[in-house]
């Protein structure tokens, strides 16, 4: 019986070992990436009444967090925005549109966060403003009033563009993924929750070969 219970032991041993690793691995290849521009993200998230992780989850299927990213489209900056999408947020902020700005991380949060706002409101759906912010307002209106996408997620493989239905897939994929970490992993570049589960883990350990 103590065999067994030994086993058993040594068998979650590994299970928390291995979760631990997974944990480390995801922390050392997000959030070197996303830390940068947390600050700025909470910034303009809260400004615009939207979830971080749902900002976080446009950018990083957008731009991967490259400021400079230009598209083929010729969408611009960390959460690719077109220009003529960009002058048009200046114009309801009533801010000055500097085209050459769309590069600097911040002017670019700041213009996106508010146009993901307003495809959120206009159409009353995280998953209609995703799809929007992608497709493009008026064919998400045709799309919807065609019958072609409805709120049911099963709908969404109608899409006619593909790129499209896996952006909006991708999109809320990450921002599951940020739901979890984005505390623990992004926000807190020593991961101190890594150090104390790993201490925990040693403690266990030592405990186990002694007995």
Known sequence: MKVVIKLLVFFLIVFIIVCSMVFAFVYATLGNTEQPYVELIEKYAKENDLEPTLVAGIIRTESNFKPEAVSNADAV???????????WVAEQKDIEFDETKL????????????????????????????????????????????????????????????????????????????????????KDTQSSQFVRTYNTIKEIIKSYFNN
Do not use: C
Request: hydrophobic residues 35%; proline residues 3%; negative net charge.
């Open 77 to 87: 900056g960390i959460m690719q925005l077109l220009p003529e999408t960009a002058k």
């Open 103 to 186: 590069v600097d991380a911040e002017y670019n949060i700041q213009m996106g966060t508010y146009y993901l706002k307003y495809l959120f409101d206009h159409f009353g759906s995280m998953d209609y403003a995703i799809i929007a912010y992608n497709g493009g307002l008026g064919n998400l209106q045709k799309w919807i009033d065609g019958g072609i996408i409805t709120n049911d997620q099963e709908s969404y493989d109608n899409i006619p563009f593909s790129e499209t239905k896996n952006y909006i897939e991708r999109v809320k994929d990450y921002k599951e993924l940020y739901d979890v970490l984005w505390e623990p992993v992004v």
